[in-house]
Antibody, heavy 116, light 107 residues
C-alpha cells in the first residue's frame, strides 16, 4: 500500500509563502492513472480541496486559491509539493496530501500555523 | 462549483440503530462520489467509493446508494467505534468539493 508523508515548516509568518512537500513511498508517483492532491482542514472545520497534479506535471487548482497556489511534482524524488503565497491567519490549517481519484491513501497531515 | 449539501450536520443515535446521512449535489456528478470517516486528529478514511462500492477492509454495515443527484450513506447497525465525522466528496467536476460533514455520536 502506498504511503504519503507531509513535511515542511509548521509556522509561517503572515504575507510569506507556505511550502510543503509530500513524499510518496511504496509505489511510484508515475505509475497508474493517479493524481496527487492537497487538501486542508482548519481546526474544527470541514475539508477544502486545494488542487491536484498528475505525474506529467499538469495541475488544477481551486479557483478560491488559484492566484496563490502552485503545485509541482518531482518524479525523480517521488514527491510533490505545495506552495501557497501571501498567507494570512485564515490559511492556518492541517494540510493533507492524498492520492486520487479514489482517495484511498492520505498523509497523516501537517499542521501549519500562520502567525507572526 | 458543485455544492454538496450534506445533512444532518450532527446526529445522536443508540448502539445498534440504523443511521442515514445524505448528500445532495447541486448538479450532475454521476456516481463520482466518495464517503469518508474522520476521527479526531486523523486523516479521513475512505469507506465508500463511486457512490456504492465498499472499500476493501471496511465493515459491511457501511453502505452507499445514489438516486439522481441525491446520495445516501447508511450505517446499518451503529457501533461505538463508528463515532466520527463523515464526509461526502464529489470528483466529477472541478474543483472537487466536500460536504460539510456529519458528526455522529452515541446516545
Amino acid at each position: 500500500q502506498v504511503q504519503l508523508q507531509e513535511s515542511g515548516p509548521g509556522l509561517v509568518k503572515p504575507s510569506q509563502t507556505l511550502s510543503l512537500t509530500c513524499t510518496v513511498s511504496g509505489g511510484s508517483i508515475s505509475t497508474g492513472s493517479y493524481y496527487w492532491s492537497w487538501i486542508r482542514q482548519p481546526a474544527g472545520k470541514g475539508l477544502e480541496w486545494i488542487g491536484r497534479i498528475y505525474a506529467s506535471g499538469s495541475a488544477n487548482y481551486n479557483p478560491s486559491l488559484k492566484s496563490r497556489v502552485t503545485i509541482l511534482v518531482d518524479t525523480s524524488k517521488n514527491q510533490f509539493s505545495l506552495k501557497l503565497s501571501s498567507v494570512t491567519a485564515a490559511d492556518t490549517a492541517v494540510y493533507y496530501c492524498a492520492r486520487g481519484p479514489v482517495y484511498d491513501s492520505w498523509g497523516q497531515g501537517a499542521l501549519v500555523t500562520v502567525s507572526s | 462549483d458543485t455544492q454538496m449539501t450534506q445533512s444532518p450536520s450532527s446526529l445522536s443515535a443508540s448502539v445498534g440503530d440504523r443511521v442515514t446521512i445524505t448528500c445532495q449535489a447541486s448538479q450532475d456528478i454521476s456516481n463520482y462520489l466518495h464517503w469518508y470517516q474522520q476521527k479526531p486528529g486523523k486523516a479521513p478514511n475512505l469507506l465508500i467509493y463511486d457512490a456504492s462500492n465498499l472499500e476493501t477492509g471496511v465493515p459491511s454495515r457501511f453502505s452507499g446508494s445514489r438516486s439522481g443527484t441525491d446520495f445516501t450513506f447508511t450505517i446499518s447497525s451503529l457501533q461505538p467505534e463508528d463515532v466520527a465525522t463523515y464526509y461526502c466528496q464529489q470528483y466529477h467536476n472541478l474543483p472537487l468539493t466536500f460536504g460539510g460533514g456529519t458528526n455522529v455520536e452515541i446516545k
